[in-house]
């Protein structure tokens, strides 16, 4: 069984900034790829950003040179570092995690999620 853990999340003003962890634990093989989405009230979730196992990353174009995505693979836990934060960031964070456990078929899994609000 395959578990997460988030933490970061809050309330913070107009050009704060926040950090989201993101740890995955449990019966797992391997972890691929690891992202954050973001879903906003009345909208689709949407990618943040992603990195590779390798280290290779990629941004919505809404949070390049804002946001970074970084992860420790011995500790199987993503982050990301929100910087001048937006009113338009507010919404539900969902940590995210190609992975394949060792008694099942690989697949995507999912954060709980946690609320980012910026608001001064």
């Known amino acids: 069984q395959v578990q997460f853990m988030e933490s970061g999340g809050g309330l913070v003003q107009p050009g704060g900034s926040l950090r989201l962890s993101c740890a995955a634990s449990?019966?797992?093989?391997?972890?691929?790829?690891m992202g954050w989405y973001r879903q906003a009230p009345g909208k689709q979730r949407e990618l943040v950003a992603v990195i590779t196992s390798g280290g290779t990353t990629n941004y919505a174009d809404s949070v390049k040179g804002r946001f970074t995505i970084s992860r420790d693979n011995a500790k199987n836990t993503v982050y990301l570092q929100m910087n001048s934060l937006k009113p338009e960031d507010t919404a539900v964070y969902y940590c995210?995690?190609?992975?394949?456990?060792?008694?099942?078929?690989?697949?995507?899994?999912w954060g709980q999620g946690t609320q980012v609000t910026v608001s001064s």
């Open positions: 449990g019966s797992i093989f391997s972890i691929y790829a």
């Open positions: 995210n995690a190609d992975l394949k456990p060792n008694d099942a078929s690989r697949r995507a899994y």
